[in-house]
Antibody, heavy 122, light 111 residues
């Protein structure tokens, strides 16, 4: 079955760029139909959607983070990535990659990675 | 402050039924389908309900979802200690700053 796995540094310094990769196994990103997303959860808090990328490369970001976010896809490696620039302590969170389902009036995430904790600290 | 409003906590005894509410507005729940997620301690969220009331394969029928107007409800019957978790609702918000939104989460305690 399809599985997602996040990877990347667990510690990032303030003002630097947070970079994470999600590797998809058991299925191909290029098959289409899904919107590959990043979602984060601040410690002890709720979920915050960051944005998505389609296999074609089209993206959409949460307006609250749009100026700092870049999501890219590498279909040859079956991976998609997140870059969040100019990080502060407020970006400390568990970051999840997830498979999004999107259509007329519906949006849901049916598969999630295990999540990776990223701490922003000097 | 989450766009969707959920009670911080609910509790019930094993075997009983519990409902968790999710309140929104016309720009989100009122005009879009709602999904629900279960997050067991220390794990990633898991899809429980999508399109207001549909269950993915493998989700027992003890879990149900409904929607009326700008509010949605998750119901869990035959409560088990293994149901202790945080539950989140989610949907699309079609306002000027359109994006996916979630509720703040509800901690379910099975007494």
């Amino acid at each position: 079955q399809v599985q997602l796995q996040e990877s990347g540094p667990g510690l990032v310094k303030p003002s630097q760029t947070l970079s994470l990769t999600c590797t998809v196994s058991g299925g191909s990103i290029s098959s289409g139909g899904y919107y590959w997303s990043w979602i984060r959860q601040h410690p002890g808090k709720g979920l915050e959607w960051i944005g998505y990328i389609y296999y074609s490369g089209s993206t959409y970001y949460n307006p609250s983070l749009k100026s700092r976010v870049t999501i890219s896809v590498d279909t040859s490696k079956n991976q998609f990535s997140l870059k969040l620039s100019s990080v502060t302590a407020a970006d400390t969170a568990v970051y999840y990659c997830a498979r999004g389902n999107y259509g007329d009036y519906y949006w849901y995430f049916d598969l999630w990675g295990r999540g990776t904790l990223v701490t922003v600290s000097s | 402050q989450s766009v969707l409003t959920q009670p911080p906590s609910v509790s019930a005894a094993p075997g009983q039924k519990v409902t968790i509410s999710c309140s929104g507005s016309s720009s989100n729940i009122g005009n879009n389908y709602v999904s629900w997620y279960q997050q067991l301690p220390g794990t990633a969220p898991k899809l429980l309900i999508y399109d207001n009331n549909k269950r993915p394969s493998g989700i027992p029928d003890r879990f149900s979802g409904s929607k009326s107007g700008t509010s949605a409800t998750l119901g869990i019957t035959g409560l088990q200690t293994g149901d202790e978790a945080d539950y989140y609702c989610g949907t699309w918000d079609s306002s000027l700053s359109a994006h996916v939104v979630f509720g703040g989460g509800t901690k379910l305690t099975v007494l």
